[in-house]
């Protein structure tokens, strides 16, 4: 089966430029994360989805960031503006349904750079 | 509050011996414990997984992990490395709530 997609690969702006991320989970997958993975620290949380609602964004810094999952399937992740310690790896993962015995599959990642 | 450690940044290995990857856990309630793998440029990958049952569990590229309650660690091993194993070690914890928190990693670095 095909895996988590995500795109772009790698991203390179301005602080107080904009950016937006994309991912598309396994198919059936209902529920779908956002992580932020700072160099050298494991991946944290942004924000859950199950289906198309949001179940937990607790961690997301929603002056800037923001996240939306419309018909339940793909995914963007949007900041505006960044800032230089938004440079990160995006990390966007899907997972059949939300029970906690449930793995989680993860994409690439998105590579971005704030200058 | 729920958390993971890794006491290890670094573990290093001659290929063709036992590794192990140390890994203890906070959290309340019942575990749910994971390891994860990270390569270069790539997402993480699952290795294995304890919700209950045997405390020793198998999991892909013949990895395993051993849970133990009383000292609340879940150490990743396998029996003889290999080169190719080389790369970004997470464990991680969720319990009821649901939210998956992941420990620093570990680098594994296997020599031949």
């Known amino acids: 089966e095909a895996g988590v997609a995500q795109s772009p690969r790698y991203k390179i702006i301005e602080k107080r430029q904009s950016v937006a991320f994309w991912c598309n989970p396994i198919?059936?997958?209902?529920?779908l994360y956002w992580y932020q993975q700072i160099l050298g620290q494991g991946p944290k949380l942004l924000i859950q989805?199950?289906?198309?609602?949001?179940?937990?964004d607790s961690q997301l810094p929603k002056d800037r960031f923001s996240a939306e999952r419309l018909k339940g399937v793909d995914s963007t992740l949007k900041i505006q503006p960044a800032k230089l310690e938004d440079s990160a790896v995006y990390l966007c993962?899907?997972?059949?349904?939300?029970?906690?015995?449930?793995?989680?599959?993860f994409g690439p990642g998105t590579r971005l750079t704030v200058l | 509050a729920q958390s993971v450690a890794q006491p290890e940044d670094q573990v290093n290995v001659a290929e063709g011996n036992p590794l192990t990857v140390k890994c203890t856990y906070s959290?309340?309630?019942?575990?749910?414990l994971f390891w994860y793998v990270q390569y270069p440029n790539r997402g993480l990958q699952f290795l294995l997984k304890?919700?209950?049952?045997?405390?020793l569990v198998k999991g892909s590229y013949g990895f395993e992990a051993e849970f133990n309650k009383s000292q609340t660690s879940f150490h990743l091993k396998k029996p003889s490395a290999l080169v190719s194993d080389s790369a970004l070690y997470f464990c991680?914890?969720?319990?009821?709530?649901?939210?998956?928190?992941f420990g620093q990693g570990t680098t594994l670095q296997v020599k031949p």
């Open positions: 993962a899907s997972s059949l349904e939300d029970y906690p015995r449930d793995e989680q599959f």
């Open positions: 198919s059936g997958h209902a529920t």
């Open positions: 989805f199950q289906n198309n609602g949001v179940v937990d």
């Open positions: 959290v309340s309630g019942n575990p749910y």
């Open positions: 304890y919700i209950t049952g045997d405390n």
């Open positions: 991680a914890v969720r319990d009821k709530t649901g939210k998956l928190i």
